[in-house]
């Protein structure tokens, strides 16, 4: 079903629609709310989040032939935005479970939640641009097309912007590799 059709149906509550947004989208939007909030159970719950203010909005929402999805990630990463800035938890269920795991070394399950910290922090310091283009190819695994449509912007600034934000990460992480052994 093209997009203007599924915004129609959307618009009707038609639950075959929603469903095939929520099995379209689901994992990708998942993987990208997941990298940015850094908790799998809490990204569970935003996208949840996510899909109900889809249909509380959907009545207003104007289709301008940008594709359904991009609307989804904006509304996906704002509540994840907002996560972030409330108060968090001090580690999260799985890096516990994974140190805890008694067939894993335990210093080394130390050592890679050490460097995943250490990663993020660094990640972190990218625009939010940046951290937003690189999300969708490589958590989301978007192509450059796909990202270039949901962000609306053309495959050659996606393209541009990605250059940059992996450049910046590698100077980023060159850097910190002296203080925090990543």
Known sequence: MDEAELVRRLKQYDSEAVGEVVHSHGPALHRYVAAIVGDYHLAEDLVSETYMRMLEHIGKYAYTG?????WLYRIAHNLA??????????????VLAEVATPEADPEQALI?????????????QLTEEQQ???????????????VAGLLQKSEGSVKQAQFRALRSLARLLKRAGGKDGI
């Open 66 to 70: 940008a594709p359904v999805r991009a």
């Open 81 to 94: 935005i907002s996560a972030l800035r409330r108060e968090r938890p001090v580690a999260d269920e799985e």
């Open 112 to 124: 890679k939640n050490e460097r995943r910290v250490a990663f993020r922090r660094v990640f972190l």
């Open 132 to 146: 937003q283009v690189l999300m969708l190819r490589f958590v989301a695994e978007h192509s450059t097309a796909e």
